[in-house]
């Protein structure tokens, strides 16, 4: 990718991540406003949605331009993301779904950029096949591309009343009480198919990379998976 295209791409990346972490955050900055949005983010939800997706059809046409990787790298998320959405289809157990498996080896060993657009395009096809479209979508995609992007670096008791110290206090303790031993389930049994078949699947992808004749060089302070990061 040329520089002002790689350029670009960062930007685009980079306005997405600062909006979808805007989307988590201002209710609990400004809850007396949020209180009168509209219940479960019913109102300004599809906003996010459309400005999501707006910006990943964005870098979706770069990657396909002259200063992108081209056809190839939108072809190999095009089918990752579809792996996504066939492992999503037996649904959760216990808080468990394989589908992390791909966007975790795929995140390792591509880079953060491909993981996040790999995560955000792959929840957004799941969401439209199996988990329905709704003012929930846009913060699955967001959170999804947020372990991809980890990956190549290595519900909410909320009071509209209440200040900011009291949401955050309110929204651990739910946490803690509803949520914790379901994700600790999860991310216990991701850790475990990430140790079986990490290895196998990372090596899989390289040999894609190269058959695809994408450069790929080792990334300084690789993880557990040594990780990978494609140009």
Known sequence: ????????????????NVLGLFAFVWPFVLPRIA??????????GPWFLLALSGILFALLLLELGRGGLGPKTVALLGILGAAIVALRLPGFVAGFSAM??????????????????LGTIGMLASGLFVGGLGPWLPFEMVAFGWVGAGAGL???AWDPGAGAAMNVRHYVTFY??????WDTFRAVG?????????????????RAARRMHLEVRPAAGAGLLGAAAAR
């Open 1 to 16: 990718m040329n520089r002002a295209g790689a350029s670009f791409r960062l930007a685009l990346l980079v306005v997405a």
């Open 35 to 44: 209180g009168s949005a509209g219940q479960n983010h019913a109102n300004d």
């Open 100 to 117: 992390f498996i791909v966007l975790l080896v795929a995140g390792n060993a591509f880079g953060p950029g491909f993981g996040f657009l």
């Open 154 to 156: 290595l519900p909410l």
């Open 176 to 181: 803690a009480a509803t949520s914790f031993v």
């Open 190 to 206: 991701n850790a475990v198919l990430v140790l079986v078949l990490g290895r196998p699947l990372l090596l899989a992808l390289d």
